[in-house]
């Protein structure tokens, strides 16, 4: 049974914007830090942004003023919204819920920015 399912992810131009989601059940959502991570081909896996159960937020310096991460707690959700993308931003981008007695991934969706 999946517990994270992202969505959102393609094929998009230099320059342009995608908005990821990340859909989790209920009990997960609302424990859960959670995150976004990235892992481009041949490379580690990163921590692209995460943020709390009250809503701080951290990024990566290489996406800060160009991501945005937030969650919406009625609906389970988060999101990362990508503005000003590089063909370096390409890569599998997965989430991540994580609590002191789990830590769940996603399956993962591959955004790919071509120059």
């Known amino acids: 049974q999946a517990r994270l399912v992202e969505s959102g992810g393609g094929l998009v131009q230099a320059g342009g914007s995608l908005r990821l989601s990340c859909a989790a059940s209920g009990s997960i959502f609302s424990a859960s830090a959670m995150g976004w991570y990235r892992q481009a081909q041949g490379k580690q896996r990163e921590r692209v942004a995460r943020i709390t159960t009250s809503g701080s937020t951290d990024y990566a310096d290489s996406v800060k003023g160009r991501f945005t991460i937030s969650r919406d707690n009625a609906k389970n959700t988060m999101y990362l919204q990508m503005n000003s993308l590089k063909p370096e931003d390409t890569a599998v981008y997965s989430c991540?819920?994580?609590?002191?007695?789990?830590?769940?991934w996603g399956q993962g969706t591959q955004v790919t920015v071509s120059s």
């Open positions: 991540n819920a994580d609590s002191p007695r789990y830590n769940y």
